[in-house]
Structure formats: structure tokens, C-alpha cells
């Protein structure tokens, strides 16, 4: 069973960074992309990054050159790395393991953790 | 960007069938994978590769894709069913992926 729980949210202040993770387990981490996809309460789902099992990255264009997303084959987790943070960007974050080794979109999702951007 | 467009929100009474729509510009040219998420909850996929259902997903969930439109059947509704039901594909052109504004069904 493919299980995915995030970590590392919380409150920070416009400006501020955050960094999540993501600790996969159930399948061969190696063999399939990884994505964060994000949610305001009430709202929609927003994609925000995905990472290939090659290493290649994809980002939303809001958040290209503030978000940095990777993964550690060897520990199983994903992480996003997420600075200059604005109110915009509160939301929960969603980790997802994708349907391919691209990105194709999530086919598992995790829990969430919610990240507030607020002074 | 690629932009999917969907009803914010459809009633239906518990037997009959549901039909939610997902349309975009050649859409039955891309794979589209439907997503449920119910009140609290993290979503979970329902129908990948436009038809095909995970393990353990309904059969009474079907999909379909061609044209313009893409659409997510659901034949003989529950109160289960009710959720928030998300149409997702991958933009090649932009390298992205690409949600729905998804659509609130409600069971009368």
C-alpha cells in the first residue's frame, strides 16, 4: 500500500521559508515522478511542482525561482524547498507519487500539511 | 497555459446517473485522470488514462474523452458519492500539470 506523509508545515512570515517533506513508502520510490500539489481551504487544487525519477523539475510559473523541489532516493522522501514566501502561497500541500517515472499527474495522494503565510 | 473548464456544481437524486464534464481545447488528444475528494479528505484518483479504474474504485465510475470534452459517469448514484470531483492532464506544451476547477456533486 503506497503511503505518503508529509511534514514541515506551519506559520511563517511573508518573506519567510519553509522547507517540506515527504516520506514514501509501498512502492519503488525510483520508478515514478513525485508532485506537490496545493489547496486553499474551500478552493481548488493547484499543482505546484513535480519532480521526474530522472531528477528533471517542473514548476508553476508563480512559484519558478522561490520553490525548489527535490527527492532523496536513498531515504525515500521528497522535499520543496519554499522561500520568499508570500500570503498567496497558504494553503495545504498535498505530496502525490505520480502515474509514471514523468510527470503525468498523482495517482496516491498524501494527507497534507498546512502552510500559513501571514504576520 | 492549458485551461480545463468544468460546472462548479451539479445536484442528482440517489439511482440516477451523474455526468461531469470536463472540457478543453482538443482534450480528447491528451490523457485526463479524474480525482474525488470528499469533505476533509485527500483527494484520491478515480479513473486514469481518460477510462481505466484503480483497484477497488466502483464500477458504476466510468470515463470517457474525445473531441473537446472529456467525461466522468457516475450510473447509480449514492450519498457516498457525494464530493468534489477534479479533471486533471499533463500540458506537454508547458511541461505542467493541469487541474480542473472542479465540480461540487451533491446528492439530493
Known amino acids: 500500500e503506497v503511503q505518503l506523509v508529509e511534514s514541515g508545515g506551519g506559520l511563517v512570515q511573508p518573506g519567510g521559508s519553509l522547507r517540506l517533506s515527504c516520506a514514501a513508502s509501498?512502492?519503488?520510490?525510483?520508478?515514478?515522478?513525485l508532485s506537490w500539489v496545493r489547496q486553499t481551504p474551500g478552493k481548488g487544487l493547484e499543482w505546484v511542482s513535480a519532480?521526474?525519477?530522472?531528477?528533471?523539475?517542473y514548476y508553476i510559473d508563480s512559484v519558478k525561482g522561490r520553490f525548489t523541489v527535490s527527492r532523496d532516493n536513498s531515504k525515500n522522501t521528497l522535499f520543496l524547498q519554499m522561500n520568499n514566501l508570500r500570503a498567496e502561497d497558504t494553503a495545504i500541500y498535498f505530496c502525490a507519487k505520480d502515474l509514471e517515472f514523468a510527470p503525468r499527474g498523482p495517482d496516491s495522494w498524501g494527507q497534507g500539511t498546512l502552510v500559513t503565510v501571514s504576520s | 497555459s492549458y485551461v480545463l473548464t468544468q460546472p462548479p456544481s451539479m445536484s442528482v437524486a440517489p439511482g440516477e446517473a451523474a455526468r461531469i464534464t470536463c472540457g478543453g481545447n482538443n482534450i480528447g488528444s491528451k490523457s485526463v485522470h479524474w480525482h474525488q475528494q470528499r469533505p476533509g479528505q485527500a483527494p484520491v484518483m478515480i479513473i486514469y488514462y481518460d477510462s481505466d479504474r484503480p483497484s477497488g474504485i466502483p464500477e458504476r465510475f466510468s470515463g470517457s474523452n474525445s473531441g473537446n470534452t472529456a467525461t466522468l459517469t457516475i450510473s447509480r448514484v449514492e450519498a457516498e458519492d457525494e464530493a468534489d470531483y477534479f479533471c486533471q492532464v499533463w500540458d506537454s506544451d508547458n511541461d505542467q500539470v493541469v487541474f480542473g476547477g472542479g465540480t461540487k456533486l451533491t446528492v439530493l
Open positions: 509501498g512502492f519503488t520510490f525510483s520508478d515514478f515522478a
Open positions: 519532480v521526474g525519477g530522472s531528477g528533471g523539475t
